[in-house]
């Protein structure tokens, strides 16, 4: 049985300045920008307002966020027995 095709999630953290504090998080996502969305929907679910108000927040337009990989997995291309 082969892996090829099979995708994996890596371990991503994002440091947001939301509202002149450091906020640092982390989850597991397929992309950047999926790790993105979980990111605001989490600063959005601390803050009690709506995930799109974040998302206007950190759209790109300001040096505001940085997301990176924290942990990178590679499936091995190679079969065990």
């Known amino acids: 049985m082969s892996n090829q095709g099979v995708k994996v999630k890596q371990l991503w953290k994002g440091m947001f300045n939301y509202n ?3 906020y640092i998080l982390y989850c597991n996502a397929y992309t950047a920008r ?3 969305v979980c990111f605001c929907h989490r600063l959005a679910d601390k803050h009690g ?4 108000m974040v998302m206007n927040y950190f759209n790109g337009q300001r ?6 990989i924290e942990l990178e997995v590679k499936e ?3 079969e065990t027995n």
């Open 20 to 22: 002149r504090e450091l």
């Open 34 to 36: 999926q790790a993105w």
């Open 49 to 52: 307002v709506r995930p799109q």
């Open 63 to 68: 040096d505001n966020y940085e997301i990176s």
């Open 76 to 78: 091995d291309d190679e």
